[in-house]
């Protein structure tokens, strides 16, 4: 799933690139992609690495903030962008879905 999202975004990126009028139309796009993409890889550690599912959610949810920042902000500079970045928004809302509920089975389960 993630192969095709990112080729998504990577498009989305390049029309925000070529479509800008200037620099400093630049700053906030790039500066959320960039967020995206390191609060993304900080979740894998969180939930994948460290197996912290509670501390995970919280991490999930910046994340996805992240996206819908960069969502908003591409689509500023090319609506086109915006929806190109838009299937990454459904798929970590699914995500996030899912790590909420690992995290609710866990404490179950340790409960028990």
Excluded: Y
Excluded at 6 to 17: I, M, R
Excluded at 38 to 51: E, K, M, P, Q, T
Excluded at 62 to 67: K, N
């Amino acid at each position: 799933m993630w192969i095709p999202l990112k080729v998504l975004q990577s498009v989305s990126l390049w029309l925000v690139l070529k479509q800008a009028d200037t620099k400093k139309e630049l700053v906030l796009p790039l500066s959320l992609f960039g967020l995206h993409l390191f609060l993304g890889n900080w979740w894998n550690v969180v939930f994948f690495g460290r197996r912290k599912m509670e501390e995970s959610t919280r991490w999930m949810g910046a994340f996805w903030l992240s996206i819908a920042g960069s969502i908003a902000s591409f689509a500023q500079v090319s609506p086109l962008a915006a929806a190109l970045f838009a299937p990454t928004q459904l798929w970590v809302t699914v995500a996030a879905k899912l790590n909420w509920d690992i995290m609710k089975l866990n404490k179950v389960s340790k409960q028990a």
